[in-house]
């Protein structure tokens, strides 16, 4: 996927070290960024931390790098370390909305357990993927919004149109699908 023409110019903005690129990023995908780091985190000072390292390490990271897809880059990074300073905070206390989201993908990929090497998570990630591609438009919208973003229930329900138990009984289907699929690649 290419970047917009309005992406191109915020990575411009980069590669020039300008003062306005920050900025210029916060504006255009800082609420998305908010909002996952915010569902993914129990403290609101955590998800504004954690946008603000996602902003400098964008900062450090172009130039080199060129993303492809500038809102894709930044939701990775600032997904990345949500769930790493969500690691070190639950290391204590739970963060229950999202940790139960992990416990019902955990259940499809138990027999997976955490990636030992590079290449097992690269086959992995190839998998899902090639997975994710084969579901109809809404339901890869569900599986992302819980597990990718974890999103709550009731809000994947409103955004979608949907009853709670819908969208709740369809996850259910989606991760006894995923985990017949990982089963048939040989990944479980």
């Known amino acids: 996927m290419a970047a917009t023409e309005a992406d191109e110019t ?3 903005l ?4 300008s003062e306005n690129a920050i900025p210029a990023l916060a504006q255009k995908y800082g609420d998305s960024c908010l909002h996952l780091a915010k569902n993914l985190l129990p403290s609101v000072q955590d998800a504004g931390e954690c946008l603000n390292d996602a902003y400098l390490g964008v900062w450090n990271a172009i130039p080199p790098q060129r993303p492809d897809s500038l809102k894709a880059y930044l939701l990775g990074i600032v997904r990345h370390l949500a769930l790493h300073r969500r690691r070190s905070n639950t290391a204590q206390r739970r ?15 138990a027999s997976v357990g955490p990636p030992e090497e590079q290449l097992m998570a690269e086959e992995l990630t190839a998998s899902i993927q090639r997975w994710l591609d084969t579901l109809s438009r809404e339901n890869r919208v569900l599986f992302l919004r819980r597990y990718w973003y974890g999103d709550p229930i009731p809000d994947i329900a409103a955004r979608c149109g949907l009853r709670e ?10 991760r006894t699908r995923l985990r017949r699929h990982l089963g048939e690649e040989g990944l479980l």
Not at 100 to 109: F, M, N, P, T, V
Not at 165 to 174: A, G, Q, W
Request: charged fraction near 20%; avoid cysteine; charge should be negative.
């Open 10 to 12: 915020i990575i411009q």
């Open 14 to 17: 980069f590669w020039n070290r």
């Open 95 to 109: 963060n229950a909305s999202y940790d139960i989201a992990l416990d019902e993908l955990e259940s499809a990929l």
């Open 165 to 174: 138990n819908t969208v709740s009984v369809r996850l259910t289907r989606l």
